[in-house]
């Protein structure tokens, strides 16, 4: 476990998981840049698969959309087009991916974004019995049940894992 201390300011996530009662466990590591969900569970001491990693992708539209995917897989992105339906999906920009969201890259948390979004996830997730998720910074997640995503989020479950 980092030598960090074990609570972090509250952020937009924080607040939104605090406004609707939900328990939530918090867990600091030290952020590395371009460390991913690997970098995280290893400091963490969970396993990869059960840390959700939360991605603002857009529709060819240009409309954002959020997909929370185990860390250890990727997104088949035209396997998630086909289930939501669409053209074509495509991951947005980092600076773009920031403006949608209100979260730096690396810290983004799909509670609390500053624009409503479509949120879709992986529907093996739900399945797990707590995940680690972005709590709203860099080198901080927050430990929930999975049902938290569909019932606080209405996220729709897809199957599009790779």
Not at 5 to 19: D, G, I, M, Y
Not at 122 to 151: H, W
């Amino acid at each position: 476990m980092s030598k960090k201390s074990s609570h972090v300011s509250e952020t937009p996530a924080t607040q939104a998981l605090k406004r609707a009662g939900v328990e939530f466990t918090e867990h600091v590591y030290d952020y590395v840049e371009h460390g991913g969900t690997a970098e995280s569970a290893r400091q963490l001491g969970v396993e990869e698969h059960a840390v959700v990693k939360t991605l603002v992708m857009q529709d060819e539209k240009a409309e954002p959309l959020i997909v929370l995917m185990h860390g250890d897989r990727t997104v088949s992105l035209k396997e998630l087009a086909r289930q939501i339906p669409c053209k074509k999906v495509e991951p947005c920009k980092p600076e773009v991916a920031q403006r949608h969201s209100g979260y730096q890259v690396g810290g983004t948390s799909p509670f609390g974004v500053r624009k409503a979004m479509p949120v879709f996830v992986e529907e093996s997730i739900l399945a797990l019995d707590k995940i680690c998720i972005n709590g709203g910074r860099r080198g901080y997640l927050v430990g929930i049940a999975p049902r938290v995503l569909t019932e606080l989020l209405g996220a729709r479950p897809v199957t599009c894992a790779n």
